[in-house]
């Protein structure tokens, strides 16, 4: 009911910066969008949660490893939730996942109701 595709991932240098963007899609996108989120998974390890925010933006939540360089927001008008990484650093090269869910604890309890399909992000140092 709810299509979410990632772009923006890619190699940058540790120190560097890029932005993620997710577009959604689907008939229910108002409902199963409430709240929306980024999630990561190394290589060998389990995915773990990012950022997070309400529909209106006005709640953010952030994982203590990104706090301060990452900026998650959304444009409802284009249906399209942004990760902005700046001062990059190795360990955060991962597979970036969007999520969206209808309500705000899902994405913090990690089960959110959609997923995309990731995108890669590689930080050399």
């Known amino acids: 009911q709810v299509q979410l595709v990632e772009s923006g991932g890619g190699l940058v240098q540790a120190g560097g910066s890029l932005r993620l963007s997710c577009a959604a899609s689907?008939?229910?996108?108002?409902?199963?969008?409430?709240?929306m989120g980024w999630f990561r998974q190394a290589p060998g390890q389990e995915r773990e949660f990012v950022a997070a925010?309400?529909?209106?933006?006005?709640?953010?939540d952030y994982a203590d490893s990104v706090k301060g360089r990452f900026t998650i927001s959304r444009d409802n008008a284009k249906n399209t939730v942004y990760l902005q990484m700046n001062s990059l650093k190795a360990e955060d090269t991962a597979v970036y996942y969007c999520?969206?869910?209808?309500?705000?604890?899902?994405?913090?309890?990690?089960?959110?109701?959609?997923w995309g399909q990731g995108t890669q992000v590689t930080v050399s140092s």
């Open positions: 999520a969206s869910a209808s309500s705000y604890g899902s994405i913090g309890r990690g089960s959110p109701g959609y």
């Open positions: 925010t309400d529909w209106s933006g006005s709640t953010t």
């Open positions: 689907g008939r229910s996108f108002g409902y199963y969008a409430r709240a």
